[in-house]
C-alpha cells in the first residue's frame, strides 16, 4: 500500500467526532512529511484546485470567480476569505526573505495566516508556515494546521504549501527540502472512511527565474486568468510517479 493510503487508513482508526453536524474519524496532533514538489491524487480528483490556490497564495489575492472556472463541479461555497491564505499574507512574504537573507539561522520565519482579531471561528485551517534553513542547506517548510481532511484538503494543500515554499527558496537561493506539517486535528468523513481510495504520488515543477517576491506576485497574477488543466500540466510538468 502506497504512504497516502497508509495515512489515510490510519486516520480511519481513530476516534468518531461530529463537527458541525458531520461525522469523522479523526487522530489529534499528526505530523505528516513529504519530500519537495510531491502531491497524492486520487481518481476524479482537481488538482487545479491546489494550483489555483497556490497561484492566490503567490500573488496575494482571492478571486473566487477564478476557482469556479477551474472546478466548477466543487463546493464553491467552502471557498471563502477564511480559507484563502493570499490576502492573509500582506508584506510578510518579504519579511521572510529578507530575514533569511540576512540570518540563515533565524527561527523567526514565520508567516502567520490566522488574525488574532478575528473570531476562532473565521480562522483558517493553516494557521502558519516556518521556514527554517537546514544543516545541508536547503529550506524547510513546517506547516501548522488545526484541521485538515486527508481527500478534500491536503492533497491540494500540499500543492499551494510547495507554491510558497518555492518562492522562498529562489528568492533566498536554498533548495526547497522537506515539508513537514503538523496538524492538531487530521481526519476523513465517517461516510468514506470505510472505502479507502486508491491515491498515486504525482510530482510537479515549478518554473524558476524571479528572486524577488514582487516578481513572484506579478507571474502568478499572469497565471490567474489564463491557466487551465492543459497549461498546468505543461507549465508544471505535472506527471505520475512510476512504482
Known sequence: MDYYSRYYRTLTRGDPATARGITTIARHNVTFSTSPYTTW?????????????????????????EIARIAPNSKLELFTGMSSYGPRCGAQPSQIVDLIRKDRY????????????????????????????STSLHLMVTVTMR????????????IQFNFMGHVISTCTGYPLGEIIINIGNAHVYESTALKIPR???????????????VEWKEWALKLIPTIDYTKAVEIFNIRKVSK
Do not use: H
Open 199 to 213: 491515491f498515486s504520488m504525482y510530482e510537479f515543477t515549478i518554473p524558476t527565474g524571479p528572486t524577488e517576491i
Open 41 to 65: 491524487r486520487r481518481k476524479n480528483d482537481n488538482p487545479m484546485i491546489g494550483v489555483m490556490e497556490g497561484l492566490q497564495f503567490i500573488a496575494g489575492v482571492f478571486y473566487k470567480d
Open 106 to 133: 533565524t527561527r523567526q520565519a514565520v508567516i502567520v495566516l490566522a488574525n488574532p482579531g478575528e473570531s476562532p471561528t473565521e480562522r483558517p485551517c493553516t494557521t502558519s508556515l516556518q521556514f527554517q534553513v
Open 147 to 158: 484541521s485538515s481532511d486527508a481527500v478534500w484538503g491536503l492533497p491540494y494543500d500540499l
